[in-house]
């Protein structure tokens, strides 16, 4: 089985832009959940996809946003992009939805704003 | 608010030695207990995980000791080798969050040949 993908793996782009990266989950893999990865605030909880519903968000403002398609694959957008978002963008993909599920990850998508 | 605290946030040991990262939590609601361990250029894998109902799960060369009173785990590695070198994650989720996962701050191990 092909594991997590998600792309583009890098990407530059500049203040006030806006991106959207791509997360496939493994396949039959119905829960996504994106986390972000930076030097200073380690891995933090973006948000979780089930059903094409969101099911759970972190403490991240409404600039960050995701959503999720019929065949479990999700997308994320970060609109006006700000410096500090530069990060290691990283996508989860799980069977079903908590109670212990392994969480699988993909390689991430390192964003660097200038 | 950081929920899980985790130390050290760097570790050198010799080949052969034994590797301990200690994690400790302050949600008495997390249920599930994962440990990460992530390679430059990768993102996180599963190596190991526990719930509370249980006080130790060892896995090949990996265990988690689980203290549910003093709301604290490690994970040991044992006859650490180069290749564990790697920055290794606690977690922790409970059934209420979903998939949510809360992680540690991450340890860099070395392990020196």
């Known amino acids: 089985k092909a594991g997590v993908t998600q792309t583009p793996r890098y990407l530059i782009k500049t203040r006030g832009q806006q991106v959207t990266l791509s997360c496939s989950p493994i396949s039959g893999h119905r829960s996504v959940s994106w986390y972000q990865q930076t030097p200073g605030q380690g891995l933090q909880f973006l948000f979780e996809?089930?059903?094409?519903?969101?099911?759970n968000k972190g403490n991240f403002p409404g600039r960050f946003s995701g959503r999720q398609f019929s065949n479990s694959r999700s997308e994320m957008n970060v609109s006006t992009l700000e410096l500090g978002d530069s990060a290691l963008y990283l996508c989860a993909s799980s069977l079903w939805r908590g109670e212990g599920e392994t969480q699988y990850f993909g390689p991430g998508t390192r964003l660097l704003v200038l | 608010q950081q929920q899980v605290k985790q130390s050290p946030q760097s570790l050198i040991v010799q080949k052969g030695g034994i590797s301990i990262i200690n994690c400790a939590y302050e949600n008495t609601a997390f249920d599930y207990f994962p440990w990460y361990q992530q390679f430059p250029g990768k993102g996180p894998a599963l190596l190991i995980a526990?719930?509370?109902?249980?006080s130790e799960k060892k896995e090949g060369r990996f265990t988690i000791s689980f203290n549910k009173s003093a709301k604290q785990f490690s994970l040991h590695i044992m006859d650490s080798q180069p290749g564990d070198s790697a920055t290794y994650f606690c977690?922790?989720?409970?059934?209420?969050?979903?998939?949510?996962?809360?992680f540690g701050t991450g340890t860099r191990l070395a392990v020196r040949p």
């Open positions: 977690a922790a989720s409970s059934k209420s969050s979903g998939d949510k996962l809360t």
């Open positions: 526990i719930r509370p109902d249980v």
């Open positions: 996809y089930f059903s094409e519903t969101q099911r």
